[in-house]
């Protein structure tokens, strides 16, 4: 297979990327949008007996539906939790009154 070793690398990058999500998004996502580019760039050949033969119609699949619902994964995945940015610590400046004065809203 011609893209063999791109696809090899790009599989070894996602291994590595999982152990650190936040770390790896930027690259992760550059990873997924241009897998989903790249897949539309085959759609311009005009080419359907090429584009849908039996054989692609997986990586057609994993190209065009999964990449932009692992983006939108990831984007949820790494956000910060909601309630960390609503609690403070007993360090804080405001000495937890913080806390206090967002439990009563």
Known sequence: MLFGGLYGGIGLFL???ASNLRRHQSA????FVLTFIGCLARFTM??????F?????????VELVLMPIFVTWLAW???APRQASRTCSATSPAGGSE???SLHH
């Open 15 to 17: 291994i590595l990327a």
């Open 28 to 31: 992760l996502n550059l990873v």
């Open 46 to 51: 005009l080419r359907l007996d090429i584009t």
């Open 53 to 61: 033969v039996p054989g692609m119609l997986p990586s057609l699949f």
């Open 77 to 79: 995945s790494v956000r």
């Open 99 to 101: 806390l206090i004065a």
